[in-house]
Nanobody
């Protein structure tokens, strides 16, 4: 079983930056895909970004393209979400998740870290 822990959330003003981290306590390998989701107040959880553990096939929701970058550091067993040019619409609880690359379901979830962007 893979356990995920997020960190790096906080309060930023519009245009600011944050880097979220997701560390995995269990073994992750090339068969995994790791992603970030977020849930804003009053909204459904939405997909933000994902990347294969190999670093291939990064993917982003349209609203964050050009502003957010997902990456991983295999040595640290960590996936990052660099968030630049933050907007109030980015305010949400951000969750890290993992699945097998060809699984239809995200099976492993972190507890979340809050991101608040104020104007």
């Amino acid at each position: 079983q893979v356990q995920l822990v997020e960190s790096g959330g906080g309060l930023q003003q519009v245009g600011g930056s944050l880097r979220l981290s997701c560390t995995a306590s269990g073994r992750t390998d090339s068969t995994y895909r790791v992603g970030w989701f977020r849930q804003a107040p009053g909204k459904e959880r939405e997909f933000v970004a994902a990347i294969n553990w190999s670093g291939n096939n990064p993917d982003y929701v349209d609203s964050v393209k050009g502003r957010f970058t997902i990456s991983r550091d295999n040595a640290r067993n960590t996936v990052y979400l660099q968030m630049n040019s933050l907007k109030p619409e980015d305010t949400a609880t951000y969750y890290c998740a993992a699945r097998r690359r060809y699984s239809p379901k995200w099976d492993h979830w972190g507890q979340g870290t809050q991101v608040t962007v104020s104007s």
